[in-house]
């Protein structure tokens, strides 16, 4: 009974499900109304989940520094570097193997022949109060100026924020998320991303996938190392953050799980969880930029016949890591916000791409698992540092 009432098994019936519905609803009939209602439930939850996300990260992050006292600027700039670190090095990681094994596979992309998803019935538009990436900065700006000034009515004010918000991540997000999940994969299935996309460049992601397990054993190594503890008590708790990245494709939008999975970590430090899971939701992509660096390179392969020059592809990794730090956490927030560097440095043209969107979106929910679980580790390297440089533990309530 206890399995059955656990958030990982929802997420997986909600998987399952989705896709045995997706599969089986025909293009015209009755059954192909229901599919419009799923469409449109999908698109209700998911500006109700993306509206609640600016407050999740407000309702953390602000607090957390408010805390953290006179450490928090030398906390955040810890955060920063470690995170654009692990972004380039994923990054360089992934180049290398690109150069090692893309000369040697035979791919080919035909991505046609996909049903036409009808459109919602309705709307129901709940714009966001402001942008994921303005959310980060007024809770960083807020948080860092109340320390500063010794603030004590906005410090309460903040930490009742904070309570606030836990509530409507208990009792609102996560409840909604099994059921949007099962929409989204009810929508693939029909339109048969699964059973047609996927092929197109399955080893290339089956390689993404290694890749992203190779550089997670790497980081909560480091993690590990770098705290004195054990890795495995955090990642073992991680599994229904990774399953409902899966579902959403947004870290975003799986802040609220990820709190969830983290806390129950005995090794990860309360109030390093309430700063760093929040915060590297938005700034730590590791595997979206690992997937990312292979996927333009299997496509510069595949339309210009040869892979770009390795000076390109090391200034590329560069700046890409540096826009994953302020790509949204969204799904396809890398791609979208790098198209720029796409363009520019490696001289794509509208094909290439067209079809660097297409691949990515076969993968992007691996992609966002990886940048989630990651941010475990960097919790984990947060927590050591505390404790080397003597940080005292500040008092959170917690509980969800």
Known sequence: MKLVKSLPFKLLVGVVLGMILGL?????????SLLQVIVTVKYILNQLISFCVP???????????????????????????????????????????????IPGLNIVSQVDGLKEVPEAIFQLD??????????????????????????????????????????IVTKVVIPILPIFIACTFCTLAYEGTITKQLPVFLIVVIIVMIGHYIWLALLYGLGGAYSKTNPLEVVKHYGPAYITAVGTMSSAATLSVALECARKSK?????????????????????????EVFFVMTV?????????????????????????????????????ASLGLIMSVLNFDGTGTGLMLTIFALQDSFGTACNVTGDGAMTLMLTGYAKKHNI???NLDFTM
């Open 55 to 101: 407050l999740i990260i407000i309702g953390f992050i602000a607090p957390s520094i408010v805390k953290l006292g006179s450490n928090a600027s030398r906390m955040l700039g810890v955060a920063l570097v470690i995170a654009y670190a692990s972004s380039l090095g994923a990054a360089l990681f992934s180049m290398a193997a690109g150069y090692a094994i």
């Open 392 to 394: 005292a533990e500040t």
């Open 267 to 291: 090794t990860l430090r309360p109030d390093m969880v309430s700063f760093g899971i929040p915060l590297f939701a938005n700034i730590h992509l590791c595997g979206s930029v690992l997937t």
């Open 126 to 167: 709940i714009p966001a109060i402001m942008p994921v990436m303005s959310a980060l900065v007024f809770s960083v700006l807020v948080g860092l100026a109340a320390t500063w000034t010794g603030a004590r009515t906005i410090s309460a004010v903040l930490q009742e924020f904070q309570e606030i918000v836990l509530k």
């Open 300 to 336: 510069s392969k595949i339309l210009y016949g040869q892979l770009p020059s390795l000076m390109t592809m090391v200034l590329f990794c560069v700046l890409l890591g540096i826009f994953a730090v302020g790509a949204p956490g969204v799904p396809g927030g890398t791609v979208m």
């Open 24 to 32: 089986v609803i025909p293009e015209n009939g009755i059954l192909h």
